[in-house]
């Protein structure tokens, strides 16, 4: 029986920061998914890890990323990709969430380099991040997706079983370890059928 449903947030709430990552790499002539492969060359400990786990600051992460992309053959400008992170909201999905939100408990689980609190937010970002009941940060916990301690992290401040949980996520990598602890888990891809897919789950009707 479903007790709670996590959303990831940018990509899944909020559009992927990929989409701003491969606009940048059409604009400077980089190769497709050229940042993707980046990010996920040794993917816990690289730069954007160490980043997300507060363990690097802004320039550090600029130098050591810019490094790992020269490593791989690559010139880019690290404060680009940061300015790709930002995202919109997707109205359907933040509809979806608050028609959890009024049955279900709720968590965001994001992988961020700057804790909510700390951003500079607009209004209507802000009032989607409320109707969270508990907000799981690696900015502040100290791990991130897809390390399990993260997910544990969620359960236990929601007071659930990985089993009575469903799990939204546009990364695969960051579903795999929620779905063996027992979660059902939803990639991302097209909004509109992943919120098919959760409605499907919950018993919920479409809109």
């Not at 363990?55 to 810019?66: I, S, Y």
């Not at 209004?123 to 991130?144: A, H, M, T, Y």
Request: aromatic share 8%.
């Amino acid at each position: 029986m479903v007790e709670a449903v996590l959303f990831d947030f940018g990509g899944v709430i909020l559009s992927s920061p990929f989409e701003a990552f491969a606009e940048y790499e059409i604009e400077v002539g980089l190769p497709v998914d050229t940042i993707r492969k980046i990010n996920t060359t040794n993917p816990d400990t690289n730069a954007w890890a160490k980043f997300e786990r507060r363990e690097v600051n802004p320039e550090e992460f600029t130098r050591l990323f810019e490094g790992e992309a020269s490593a791989l053959g690559y010139e880019v400008d690290a404060n680009r990709i940061l300015e790709g992170l930002h995202g919109s909201l997707r109205p359907s999905m933040v509809k979806a969430l608050q028609r959890c939100a009024s049955r279900f408990k709720t968590a965001m689980l994001t992988n961020n380099i700057t804790p909510m609190g700390e951003q500079d937010l607009d209004q209507d970002v802000q009032k989607v991040v409320g109707i969270f009941d508990v907000l799981i940060q690696s900015s502040i916990e100290g791990c991130r997706k897809p390390e399990e301690k993260f997910y544990e992290i969620a359960c236990e401040r929601l007071n659930v079983k990985p089993e009575n949980c469903v799990f939204l996520d546009d990364l695969g990598i960051n579903l795999k370890p929620a779905r063996a602890m027992g979660m059902s888990t939803i990639k991302v891809t097209d909004p509109e059928d992943a919120i098919k897919e959760l409605y499907e789950i919950l018993g919920f009707t479409s809109d």
